[in-house]
């Protein structure tokens, strides 16, 4: 842990899986972490944004700016386009008594060259944003380090006994390969830990019954994905689904309940995370857990310090 609040860019695809909701709240929490900037990333920047911004107001929150992220040039507009977006069908960007920044990629290099202190960019969506971010300056690695939710190196989905091709990897590839290849200093929590996160039980009721109103309306978008997911067997009454990139805000501040080792890592045609000691990228890796249930604990009282 560390006594100074280390100043953080998050950059989330925020409105599909459940999981980025709760990694926003989570990141509210952690006294150890100082917000600078959230952005919006992958199809759909305008609606992810709007959903941002909405958690960001609804924790009191709007001295955070909200960066739209970088435009897709194929996408075709939808009005909707996000799995959860009937939780701010009423909720216009406009509304935000915050800062929005147009142009989430230029929002990311200011605001890392204009800190004092290295910034730690945690990244829990596909890397179309910030792989323009870095196209746009290269420079921007040398004040600030990369933390994600990327990959599947020996475990999948599931815990599936072999290595996948993850989404956030699958999705804009190029752009995630030019990030794997800079010289980002780079730490990933891949499905081998972050798949493994799904909170049940007690821990999970505690959760559910809380009065804290932020987390009220965590569990009101939580209900809303879990009527638009069927092809997942899920029931949000009784456990959450998997929330991956919690792990990835975790990393961001703290390494002691994962076993970390670096790799030299490539990422193939394919989307898949390959080690490859010729051609890849230093990245230390979460590969797996010393204690999950205290991570799950830690979660829990993150969420709920507002009770």
């Known amino acids: 842990m560390t006594s100074k609040p280390i100043p953080v860019i998050l950059d989330t695809d925020i409105g599909d899986d459940i999981d980025d909701t709760w990694a926003l709240v989570m990141l ?5 972490l100082d917000v600078k900037l959230v952005t919006s990333t992958s199809w759909n920047p305008i609606n992810r944004a709007r959903h941002i911004a909405k958690v960001l107001d609804l924790a009191g929150r709007s001295d955070i700016p909200v960066g739209i992220g970088a435009r897709i040039p194929e996408e075709t507009h939808d009005p909707k386009g996000t799995i959860i977006f009937p939780w701010i069908q009423d909720y216009p960007l ?3 008594p915050g800062t929005v920044y147009q142009d989430g990629p230029q929002a990311v290099i200011d605001t890392i060259h204009q800190s004092s202190q290295p910034v730690t960019v945690i990244a829990i969506g596909p890397l179309s944003n910030l792989g323009e971010a870095l196209k ?7 004040n600030s380090r990369f933390v994600g939710m990327f990959g599947s190196v020996y475990k999948g989905y599931m815990d599936a006994p072999e ?10 590839t190029e752009s995630c390969r030019n990030v794997f290849r800079s010289d980002w200093n780079k730490t990933i ?30 569990m009101k978008a939580n209900d809303i994905f879990a009527k638009h ?11 959450s689904s998997v929330l991956f990139d919690a ?8 390494e002691e309940l994962l076993t970390m080792e670096t790799l030299p890592l490539r990422i193939d045609d394919g989307g898949f995370t390959r080690i490859d000691a010729e051609v890849g990228s ?10 999950l249930e205290a991570f799950k604990k830690h979660l829990v009282s993150r969420l709920l310090n507002g009770d």
């Open 28 to 32: 509210l929490r952690c006294p150890e």
């Open 94 to 96: 406009d509304a935000y």
């Open 136 to 142: 746009r300056d290269p420079s921007i690695t040398r």
């Open 163 to 172: 290595a996948c091709s993850e989404t956030n990897v699958r999705l804009f």
């Open 189 to 218: 929590t891949p499905l081998d830990t972050c798949g493994l996160v799904v909170l049940d039980g007690e821990d999970y009721a505690a959760i559910r019954r809380s009065s804290d109103p932020l987390i009220q309306e965590l």
């Open 229 to 239: 997911v069927p092809w997942m067997k899920y029931d949000p009454a009784e456990r």
């Open 247 to 254: 792990v990835a805000i975790y990393l961001a501040y703290c």
């Open 282 to 291: 230093p990245t230390r890796c979460a590969l797996g857990w010393e204690d």
